[in-house]
């Protein structure tokens, strides 16, 4: 897949900053197209070359991150490694995830979030196929992870806060392994 060229870079961009203002001022749920795209200054018309509605732009967001960490059979990284390289993603996309999964948010996303890192853990526990609840509580905890590192205004490098919850994930295999 080709990289965009700069011009929709740079619209998509302007979005995503339209966007976080938006939540932050008045919720996801009542941000409309036409608020982002008159504050964003693109018109209707490019917003929808580029996207079907506004969760279809967080989406896309998002999903992008998600090919990045569950990168194809050629990634040599561990699981910790991409899990950092997720922290790392968040921490560059701060203030959107802020916005999206704060008080101001989106339920929607954090659903949205919690179902695509299931998926992610379930394709990634060694060897069984685990009830669903294993993977429901380890994205839960994956989310809580990233919420609270927002919250309390990232206090620890992204590394970090990857090894901490990896580490706290590992300690919920280990009991449902005993």
Same mark, same amino acid.
């Given at each position: ?14 979005? %995503? ?8 001022? %008045? ?11 008159? %504050? ?22 998002? +999903? ?10 050629? +990634? ?14 968040? +921490? =560059? ?24 890192? =299931? ?43 990857? +090894? ?15």
């Amino acid at each position: 897949m080709s990289r965009p060229n700069v011009r929709v870079r740079r619209t998509r961009a302007l979005l %995503r900053e339209a966007l976080v203002d938006l939540i932050e001022e %008045r919720g996801f749920d009542r941000v409309t197209v036409g608020e982002l795209t008159s %504050r964003a200054m693109i018109s209707r018309a490019a917003f929808y070359r580029n996207y079907r509605d506004k969760y279809e732009l967080v989406e896309q967001i998002f +999903d992008e991150a998600m090919a990045e960490m569950t990168a194809g059979g050629d +990634d040599t990284r561990t699981s910790r490694e991409r899990w950092a390289d997720f922290f790392r993603h968040i +921490d =560059a996309y701060h203030r959107l995830y802020g916005a999206l999964l704060g008080r101001k948010g989106s339920p929607w996303f954090a659903d949205r979030m919690r179902s695509a890192l =299931a998926a992610m853990s379930t394709a990634h526990l060694p060897g069984r196929q685990p009830d669903a609840l294993v993977p429901s509580v380890i994205s839960a905890m994956f989310v809580q992870s990233i919420v609270w590192w927002l919250e309390h205004d990232r206090p620890c490098p992204p590394e970090e806060i990857a +090894d901490r919850s990896a580490r706290l994930i590992g300690a919920v295999l280990g009991e449902v392994t005993q």
